[in-house]
């Protein structure tokens, strides 16, 4: 099977500014990946000056591979056009019956790259199924304006300031995006997303990977850190990360440091 998006993905998405379950992992290479997160956390729990989840592909190889992963970056591509890079990976991770949830918004608003041709991958390392709170859309609101949002700086917001559209959203066109372990969705920086609670006995695990084509810019911070996943890099407008030669040295463990530092004094400025 083509690991490419066919054209009516292509315009299905241009048109929405989302596209709802794509299998790009099996349930096995998932619970790997899961298993991989886990132990991490693991390490995290016991440790004191352990490093944040963020950008694990600076830590781990198994985190490099699947950010470079043809199933992931190939319709990425088909979005983007052939020179991609990898600006963040992170994490939106509901625990069972946490009551944690995610606001409308924009990401557009807050990571200060410009021009939008940016596009998250969500793949879910969990079930994300409807009673886990997955992903909603407003279809077509990437090619509508910014939306004024305001920071509610709410506990159980997932989000970093609890940012909210303060404009009324129309949510009975919402479209939830429900995934099975090792699917993704695809949406678009202005799309305006949101989730509701878990209300299932496991964790709902969204491993998110923030890609944008080469051209665009960091307009927050004077340099930001970024991977080339697909084709060249002419622009030189980040620097760009290495692979791991370890998981965990020291060295990769410095680069990691300063990559989450800048990105997230762009994303915080
Ligand atoms: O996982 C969620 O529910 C929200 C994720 C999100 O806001 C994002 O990927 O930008």
């Not at 950008?55 to 992931?72: G, M, S």
């Not at 909210?164 to 479209?175: F, N, Q, T």
């Not at 969204?206 to 991977?227: E, N, P, W």
Request: proline content about 5%; hydrophobic content about 40%; charged content about 25%.
């Amino acid at each position: 099977m083509s690991t490419h998006l066919c054209q009516i993905e292509v315009e299905s998405f241009r048109e929405r500014g989302y596209l709802g379950a794509r299998r790009v992992l099996s349930e096995a290479e998932a619970m790997r990946c899961r298993r991989a997160l886990e132990a991490f956390e693991a390490i995290r729990r016991d440790g004191a000056r352990t490093p944040p989840l963020t950008d694990l592909h600076l830590l781990f190889r198994w985190a490099w591979d699947l950010v470079h992963d043809a199933r992931i970056v190939h319709p990425v591509t088909d979005l983007l056009g052939p020179n991609v890079l990898l600006w963040g990976l992170n994490w939106f991770i509901k625990e069972a019956r946490d009551g944690k949830f995610v606001t409308w918004h924009q990401d557009a608003t807050y990571w200060g790259l410009e021009p939008h041709d940016v596009v998250t991958a969500w793949v879910a390392l969990s079930d994300a199924g409807p009673a886990t709170g997955p992903m909603k859309f407003i279809p077509g609101s990437h090619k509508g304006p910014i939306l004024r949002h305001a920071n509610t700086w709410e506990d159980d917001n997932l989000l970093t300031r609890g940012q909210m559209v303060e404009d009324a959203i129309d949510e009975s066109s919402a479209m939830p995006a429900p995934l099975a372990a090792g699917e993704m969705s695809l949406h678009h920086v202005r799309t305006v997303h949101g989730s509701t609670p878990n209300m299932t006995d496991d964790r709902r695990i969204g491993l998110v990977l923030r890609y944008c084509a080469t051209h665009v810019r960091q307009v927050k911070i004077s340099r930001d850190t970024a991977t080339l996943v697909a084709g060249e890099d002419t622009y030189g407008h980040f620097d760009l990360m290495q692979a791991p030669e370890c998981d965990m040295g020291e060295r990769e463990m410095a680069r990691h440091r300063d990559s989450v530092v800048r990105t997230s004094r762009a994303i915080m400025g």
